[in-house]
């Protein structure tokens, strides 16, 4: 269940928004209506929060991966939509080899 479809269903629409104003949107629409407040939308924020830290340090970890590594600090010259893509395809090819070699 998402939080916007769980708004849709009262009749409030959150619309196009930016990330950083997600939150403090949802939190507009649901003040005064305790149920939404207490029984789904605040820990769903909570947890979406606790998410997104989560996934910026995983990918945190993942740049830094890659930075370490001169294959795929050669490959992020390539575009690509993120700097795990080359890592990914660098790994991709080395288990290939690996696994052709035996």
């Given amino acids: 269940m998402s939080l916007r479809g769980l ?4 009749r409030l629409k959150v619309g196009a928004i930016s990330r950083g104003r997600y ?11 305790a149920m939404l407040e207490a029984a789904t939308t605040l820990p769903m924020l909570k947890s979406r929060a ?8 995983l990918e945190g970890e993942g740049r830094g991966f ?17 700097p795990l893509g ?17």
């Avoid at 708004?7 to 009262?10: C, E, G, K, Y």
């Avoid at 930075?67 to 690509?80: A, E, K, P, Y």
């Fill in 23 to 33: 939150n403090m949107r949802v939190r507009d629409f649901v003040e005064g209506n």
């Fill in 50 to 57: 606790a998410l997104r830290v989560e996934l910026a340090d």
């Fill in 66 to 82: 890659a930075q370490d590594d001169l294959v795929c600090r050669l490959l992020m010259t390539m575009h690509s939509p993120m």
């Fill in 7 to 10: 708004l849709r269903s009262f």
């Fill in 86 to 102: 080359p890592l990914a395809f660098h790994r991709l090819i080395i288990g290939a080899v690996v696994a052709l070699t035996f």
